[in-house]
């Protein structure tokens, strides 16, 4: 098809913009966000790409948008007024939540507040038992009493959740019916049909921030399509969901929880397709930013997954280290570790005479000393501009220059109160910085028990390719890629990824007791809802893919791994052929098999992917609408044993298929990339900077 | 010549090293108390073991690391080399109580110890007269479990069999003890590579002056925290309500002084040791008063043994908080309490713009054992130490609000009912029982559990059923902890501390106390008493005795003219 696909993906501060034919010309566009209308951003960066291209609105043919926009609802309280229903006894289960903090020793932490007060919290008899029996039938008057309170309250939406509803939903689908019924209107999240998942207060927690925002995004969708229509984009909007497949925007809008990671989950499934694309099964995804650093892992061409995120919540080293400093949502997620060390990050002095990098950060505003905005304190970004590393004339393509005194002066007085040089100071930051981001890519690494020395890098973001190399040199790893378009690369990645609907059910069954038809009748169930999903966004059957898969785990363990079930019915046979390779997994992941112990289901999954009829990634990236830097040289520090070198600096398209070597800077619009000396770069036929380790020495960075 | 630079470099490495240790233990431990309370802490130490670098520190194992690897040297002399791991969980050699079983692994260069590897786990189980290792009423540390003395568990790269079979064979639960263990030497071996790649890039002389160096740094650190606070002396005192086998209360007292760059707390004045299990051998006590005074410190303050130096903890011996052997211990997160709380309140006297009241909660710690229909063995064991925060110095305590000196995550209903033949029928805020004061304590909480089994041993070890959450500078104590067993209709009423039978369909209510009020009650807002009655966490009759607010009984709308009467009586 001809035409272009439009990406926009909403960060905090910025709104990155991409529109890419099929023949792989990509144009971008980054401009700030609107935060009290992140749709007008949109529509205004739209029309001034669409201006500057001279490309009609009416060949977009498709349009991928991710979006912080649940998160910052979730945040900022912008929600609308909720009614939680409960069984009997467990009111404050939401409130209480898990007595988790995200430090010790912090006397003035308070975690976030419940989103429903607790006048708003109704109980009502009834009881389901873990082995789905009812223990008390469902008091549906009660019920119709509650519903009675719920419309005097005057609330805006219900989320009902029952003790135990994952494993049966009858009595959740009862009351739903009632509430539905005598509020008329009023929507109504239901634990079971949303997230039919294990864990009370996590599943509550999920059904009441689904309820909390679903009004709110649907009326963002609604007035986003407006805009674009206004401008006269009429193709469906597809967004991003935090698994990495994207939805029509009206279905997402409907259960928001899903999309919550939205935005880096679209960086992180544009590298895995980009990896496939090149044949690269197994890399490590660097994205660092202006406030943290991002690391995720690809092995086998699949990233890892959590089943759940925590909105709010301090960045984490991968999702099991996550505690309760956010909202729990129950929403399976690309787990992504996440430190706080990117471009803004401060570097200061304590009182013991240690230099500190972060987590505090200048954020865009006031941003580093050397954005001339009024930012007082040393960050990463000045350091990186002391050290050559970024074009003190020029960033975003020279619509930002850079005070290189004032950057000079602050690190300056850092490095006295250590005795040190300003330029051994200024490196020391990148270096602490980098120690820091260490901490995300080797947690991935070894949340699988994976060595990051044998994985290519995948680095992009504003920042990813100013430290990646150095990061490189100390993980030991010797290929570094950094794709076109680096710093709006998760915009781009929005393109990649196919129509995905995911079906999960609850199944907490050990498998020497299983039921074999029982078992068989939920997760055909599953597969067609699924199918069904699939369809209804319009893929012809030989255009839907389904794939089951299935949670499992010893009993008596918390983590679960997920295996792929590749034939349906299952049989006595192929359950145990499950638990073999399950056994064999447990083994590759966590170094022991143990055959004397009990296999047991914690979940059944069926993916429904709806199969694009033209390929999601062009053959290559040709970047069209760069301001392109002429070459020129500038001197640039590479640490003590390299010294200042006089530098190349080129813009990506003097780079040939012929390695050169480094030192070297490569600058563009939305990036910079350092090679370091010790290391090549050449483009590949996709146009990626191909950044190698050029001789396998054993000098080991210092 | 210490680089400031290359300090925070290799911090950062040594965290990272302790922080992927944390990783792999998370990864592939079997417990619940691993999994989800997270009741373990991972940490390097220098050659000599001096403790160097910790990751995530549970407050009890904040001191607790370094005594339980001397326990070790103490031993083994020089009888100690590459590929082997060290264990310890003897109380009287260093460690803790029996259930945190430490581990040590010795990484060398060119024949020279470069430093230890350390990990500490709390095991579920390791025999003993009750499940969980955690009943008040032991009397000797021999009814409480398997001790293992400073032992080898690991020789030269060798798994020792005939320990880790005796340890199966003296859990109730090998397949989760053996799996937690089998986790615990795995990420220590995985640590041990990491400092190997370490050793590689800086040497083995560098690292250690600069772990050596991150001491001192520490040191100064918290000198220059602890000078910039002003000098100053208070002393507390709390109470256990017994020692679990009728004897008691429990005096424990502290004084607190703060002069210079130093800080002494001395227990002198607590009650001499006594019967049971709740006390806190000294270096348990010691990790508990340096978890309370680190709530003064920079948050980003290291842990090492730098930290420790500019305190002194004297607790003598023969006390409640330093008792002489076979005293036993397994009780002693309870007694462990009382030390934090203590503590808290000299330094709430001292720094009142600080510090809140009392925490709430009473320390319950239950375990649940016996068959299922099956005629398998299960196991329950669940902690609710704290149920929310004390009141000020400038907001109410957070209900159900995180404690800062631990962060054990309570349980899932759902995972408890899948796994375990158990019901919990409630779970939720007891109205009225948080502490009045201008700023609330916050509420206590109640749990009710129904057996479905037919019989089961339940053992519970709790407190504040006498002695309540203190408030503080007018603040009122929060309310009592209160418990009782109901079958065939009858109310039965039970003890903080107690080991008994339960019969299928027989329920157990656990009220656990609220947190402690500060300031005047009288002072509080009107309209946040009046909030905290619609909001159904106090009642109208509450908000007038205790705060002086009276509200329309209908719409509860604030009577400001009737309060200010009530106030001014």
Known sequence: MSGYRLGVDIGGTFTDIVLLSADGALYNK?????????????????????????????????????????????????????ALITTEGFRDILEIARFRAPRLYDVSFRKPEALVERRLRFTVPERITAAGEVDLPLDEDAVARVAERCAASDVSAVAVCFINAYVDGQHEEAAAAILRDKLPGIPVTVSSELVPQIQEYERTSTAVVNAYIRPVIERYAERLETRLAEIGITAPVNIMQSNGGVLPAKIAARKPIFVIESGPAAGVVGAQRLGAKLGIDDCIVFDMGGTTAKATIIADGTFAMAPETEVGGDAALGHRMTQGGGYIVQAPTIDIAEVGAGGGSIAWIDSGGGIQVGPRSAGADPGPVCYGQGGQDATVTDANLLLGYLNPSALV??????????????????????GQTTTDTAYGIHLIANARMMRALSSVSSERGLDPAHFPLMAFGGNGGVHVCNL??????????????????????LLFADTEHQCIRAYYQPFDALDLDACNATFLALRDEADHLVAADGYAPDARRLACSAELKYVGQNTALALPVPDLPLTSDRLAALAESFAVAHEATFGYRSDQEQVQFVSLKAVGQGLSDTPRLPDRITLSLDALPTASTRSAYYGPDHGWLDTPVLPRTALGGDPQAGPLIVEEYDCTTVVRPGWQASLDSWNNIVVERMHQDSELQK | MIDPIRLELIKNALVMVSDNMMVSVLRTSRSTLIKSNMDFSASILDGDGNMAAQGLALPGHL????????????????DIGPGDILANNDPYAGGSHLNDIFMFKPVYRDGVRVCFLGLILHHTDLGGRVAGGQAADSDEIFQEGLRIPPSKI???????????????????????????????????????????????????????TYMAALIDYTERLVRNSIRELPDGEAEFTEYNDDDGVGGGPVTIHVKLTVKGDEIIADFTGTSPQMGGSLHTNYWFTASLTYAALRTMLPADTPNNVGFYRPITVIAPEGSWVNPRYPAALGGRGQGGYRVRTVVTGALTKLFPEHMPACPGGNEFGLSVTGMTAEHKRFLHVEFHNVTGRGGGPDADGQDAGPYWLGNMANTSVEIIEAENPLMIEEYGFLPDTGGPGKYRGA?????????????AIVQLRADRHVYPCWGIFGGKPGGLSHSYFVRDGKREEAPSKFVRPMKKGETFRAEMAGSGGYGDPFERDASAVA?????????????????????????LALDEVATAARRAQ
Request: contains cysteine.
């Open chain 1, 30 to 82: 980054k401009i700030l966000s609107t935060p009290d209308d992140y749709s007008r951003a949109i529509e205004d960066g739209v029309r001034a790409l669409l201006d500057a291209t001279g490309i009609r609105a009416g060949d977009i043919h498709e349009v991928a948008h991710g979006t912080t926009v649940a998160t910052n609802a979730i945040i900022e309280r912008k929600g609308v007024r909720v």
């Open chain 1, 397 to 418: 393509g020279g619509e930002l220059s850079l005070d290189r005194g004032g950057a000079e002066r602050t690190i300056a007085a850092l490095g006295e109160a250590i």
């Open chain 1, 472 to 493: 490189a040199e100390a993980l030991g790893a010797t290929t570094v890629l950094v794709p076109p378009a680096a710093g709006l690369f998760s915009a781009l990645g």
């Open chain 2, 63 to 78: 001191g607790a690391t370094m005594p339980a690897l001397q326990g070790c040297l103490d031993y083994y002399g020089d």
């Open chain 2, 154 to 208: 690991y020789v030269a790269d060798e798994p020792n069999e005939t320990l880790l079979r005796v340890i199966e064979h003296n859990t109730r639960v090998p397949d989760t003890v053996l799996g937690d263990i089998r986790a615990q030497i795995a990420a220590l071996i995985t640590g041990a590579n990491e400092i190997e790649k370490l050793i590689d890039t800086y040497g083995a002389e560098e690292l250690t």
């Open chain 2, 443 to 455: 509420l206590g909480m109640v749990r009710q559990y129904r057996l479905m089994a037919d019989d």
């Open chain 2, 531 to 555: 909030e905290d009655v619609r909001e159904e966490k106090i009642s109208i009759a509450h908000a007038e005795t205790e705060y002086g607010v009276v509200l329309d009984p209908q719409t």
